[in-house]
C-alpha cells in the first residue's frame, strides 16, 4: 500500500500478519500510522522502515508499539529473518493464548463440577 489511508482501511476490513511501515508516507508519518493501527490490529506484527536512524525514533517506535525496527537501505536477508521472528513471536504468543484459554475452561469446570457436588 503506498499511502497510510489505504493502511488503515485495509487493515480495518481484513487481518494481516505484520506490515512493513515507513516512517516517511506521503499523507502521514509512519510513527502516527503505527499508533493508529496499534489499537485496531494489536495482533499484527508492526515492523518500522526507515533511512532516518535516530535513538529517538526507535525508542518512540517501540513506545508507539513497533515490534521491530529495520534501516534503510536493507538487505533483503536480515529483512526476512526480521519478518521471520515477529511471525514466530506472534505464533508463540496465539499459542500461548489458546493454551490460557484451555487451562481457564478445565479450571472453570473443575470448579462447576465441585459446586454441583456442594449443592
Known amino acids: 500500500m503506498d499511502t497510510a489511508k489505504k493502511a488503515i ?4 476490513k ?5 506490515a512493513l511501515i515507513d516512517i516517511r508516507l506521503p499523507d502521514m508519518e509512519g510513527m502516527a500510522l503505527l499508533t493508529k493501527m496499534k489499537d485496531a490490529t ?8 526507515t533511512g532516518y536512524p535516530t535513538l529517538q525514533n526507535a525508542i518512540e517506535a517501540v ?6 525496527y ?4 536493507f538487505s533483503t536477508e536480515k529483512t526476512l529473518k526480521t519478518i521471520e521472528q515477529q511471525l514466530a513471536k506472534q505464533r508463540k504468543a496465539q499459542k500461548m493464548t489458546e493454551d490460557q484459554l484451555a487451562e481457564f475452561i478445565e479450571t ?7 459446586a454441583k457436588e456442594n449443592v
Open 42 to 49: 494489536s495482533r499484527m506484527r508492526k515492523i518500522i522502515v
Open 9 to 12: 482501511v485495509k487493515t480495518r
Open 108 to 114: 472453570r469446570a473443575r470448579q462447576l463440577e465441585k
Open 63 to 68: 513506545n508507539k508499539g513497533a515490534d521491530a
Open 70 to 73: 529495520i534501516l534503510k537501505p
Open 14 to 18: 481484513k487481518f494481516y500478519n505484520l
